[in-house]
């Protein structure tokens, strides 16, 4: 019996360097998924151009400002799940999202985020860690992916993590290729965890 490859949606906001490490790994084989589409809430995110050139729907879906934060994510649930995702992956989504969206996906919703659990939540996780490096408040960060239960802030159960060590000869720019290098194989890592060990995860 052959298992049908998992479909997994994508959601980004930016460069897409995370979307293009799923998508390299589903078409290399290394990876039992196949992205059904890529959603952005910006139009200039170059991951869209990315999910173009893989051959796959690249949905460009932004936040009019007078909407409602809840009748948007409301709304992107809706479009997200016409794709039938198995695992909704937040690879550079940078926007928090509510229960509205989050209801849609229980247990189904996984994050990626440049720092370790605990440290740093929210935007420029990098740039805050190499901060704390240069105060000698720390000597490592790392990259996590987890599970999105609810709306906590780059919180939720952990399906992968990784340490990455700073010393004195970084810079902010060797730190952040340092960490996108690990990024891009720890979310492939962890998606192929999960898709084949579903049941370590616990269901929200
Ligand atoms: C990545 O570093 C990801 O961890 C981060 O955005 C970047 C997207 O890069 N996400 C967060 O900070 C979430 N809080 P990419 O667009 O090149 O994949």
Same mark, same amino acid.
């Given at each position: 019996?052959s298992?049908r490859?998992?479909r997994?949606?994508?959601?980004?906001?930016?460069?897409?360097?995370?979307?293009?490490?799923?998508? *390299?790994?589903?078409?290399?084989?290394?990876?039992?998924?196949?992205?059904?589409?890529?959603?952005?809430?910006?139009? @200039?995110?170059y991951?869209?151009?990315?999910?173009?050139?893989?051959?796959?729907?690249?949905?460009?879906?932004?936040?009019?400002?007078?909407?409602?934060?809840?009748?948007? *994510?409301l709304?992107?649930?809706?479009?997200?799940q016409?794709?039938?995702?198995?695992w909704v992956?937040?690879?550079?989504?940078?926007? =928090?999202?509510?229960?509205?969206?989050?209801?849609?996906?229980?247990?189904?919703?996984?994050?990626?985020?440049?720092? $370790?659990?605990? @440290?740093?939540p929210g %935007?420029?996780a990098? @740039?805050?860690?190499?901060?704390?490096?240069?105060?000698?408040? $720390?000597?490592? %960060?790392?990259?996590?992916?987890?599970?999105?239960? *609810?709306?906590?802030?780059?919180?939720?159960?952990?399906?992968?993590?990784?340490?990455?060590?700073?010393?004195?000869?970084? %810079? =902010? @720019?060797?730190?952040?290729?340092?960490?996108?290098?690990?990024?891009?194989? =720890?979310?492939?890592?962890?998606?192929?965890?999960?898709?084949?060990?579903?049941?370590?995860?616990?269901?929200?």
């Open positions: 019996m298992v490859p998992a997994l949606v994508v959601l980004i906001s930016g460069n897409g360097s995370n979307l293009q490490a799923i998508l *390299d790994a589903c078409a290399g084989g290394s990876l039992a998924a196949s992205v059904a589409a890529v959603f952005s809430n910006k139009g @200039e995110a991951g869209l151009e990315r999910a173009h050139r893989a051959g796959v729907p690249a949905v460009y879906f932004p936040k009019p400002k007078e909407e409602d934060r809840r009748a948007y *994510d709304r992107l649930a809706q479009a997200v016409s794709y039938q995702p198995d992956v937040l690879a550079g989504w940078m926007r =928090l999202l509510s229960s509205a969206f989050l209801e849609f996906f229980p247990g189904r919703v996984i994050n990626l985020h440049p720092a $370790l659990p605990g @440290e740093f %935007t420029d990098i @740039e805050r860690a190499f901060e704390a490096y240069r105060r000698g408040q $720390l000597t490592r %960060t790392g990259v996590m992916v987890h599970l999105v239960p *609810d709306e906590g802030v780059d919180s939720g159960p952990v399906i992968a993590q990784a340490e990455v060590p700073i010393g004195p000869g970084d %810079t =902010l @720019e060797s730190l952040t290729a340092r960490m996108h290098a690990v990024e891009h194989e =720890l979310l492939v890592a962890a998606i192929r965890k999960i898709l084949s060990e579903p049941e370590i995860l616990p269901r929200t």
